[in-house]
């Protein structure tokens, strides 16, 4: 079980057992026998309550050598998939109704409200994550308790990018550690597992990982 913080908009609540900065380690296991990579990495994520109705998404990954030499990052946003209503604000900075293109504010959604957007599979999720080389995915899944399960709607690339063309992600709350696994069809091969990690929470007075080798 975990307890709701006050305060979050109705929205978030399904995803309030992520809030938090998260660390740990996992490890890197894809390809067939002849590109076949295995090593050990550190992450830190991030899931951030801004007030609006998803949480803001940062992850960091660093190789676990001795200079902890950084690796890549992540960052994207996670909301449950609900009909936009029209005095919804968006796209972009773009009004509502007539009400809000007065000035007004939305009315947020209630608890009743989220409640309604439950399924069988629990609430529908979409999560939207960037990589620095310009791929972005949509993934399309479901919250349940303390269970996610994700799979990708889209996936956009640059025309030089390297071939990614889905990815499957599971996260879970088991004991207090969140774990994830992340399964891609990359670089020519069907889907299948490419990495997993476990996280555990973290104070806001630990140090940040990386920040010896990056300067942070």
């Known amino acids: ?14 995803l309030c057992w992520l809030l938090g900065v998260w660390e740990g380690t996992g490890v890197v296991s894809y390809g067939s026998d002849d590109d076949h990579v295995e090593f050990e990495f550190g992450q830190r994520v991030s899931f951030t309550d801004e007030g609006l109705p998803h949480l803001h998404y940062n992850a960091y990954y660093w190789l676990l050598d001795d200079e902890r030499t ?9 909301r449950l998939a609900a009909e936009p209503r029209p005095e919804d604000h968006g796209p972009a900075l773009l009004p509502g ?39 972005s995915e949509l993934y399309l899944g479901a919250v349940n308790g303390p269970r996610i399960q994700l799979g ?38 069907p889907l299948a597992s490419m990495a997993s990690a476990v ?18």
């Open 97 to 135: 109704s007539a009400l809000a293109a007065a000035g007004g504010a939305a009315a947020p959604r209630t608890i009743e409200d989220v409640d309604r957007l439950r399924g069988e599979q629990g609430f529908p999720l979409e999560v939207s994550i960037v990589h620095p080389d310009g791929i």
């Open 199 to 216: 996280l555990v929470r973290r104070g806001a007075d630990d140090p940040v990982a990386g920040a010896e080798s990056t300067g942070r």
């Open 70 to 78: 950084p690796l890549t990052t992540e960052t994207g946003y996670w």
């Open 1 to 14: 079980m975990f307890d709701i913080p006050e305060g979050l908009p109705a929205e978030v609540n399904p």
């Open 152 to 189: 990708t709607d889209a996936v956009l690339r640059p025309a030089d990018a390297r071939l990614y063309t889905a990815a499957e992600r599971m996260y879970g709350l088991v004991e207090g550690q969140l774990m994830w696994a992340w399964d891609v069809a990359a670089l020519g091969h």
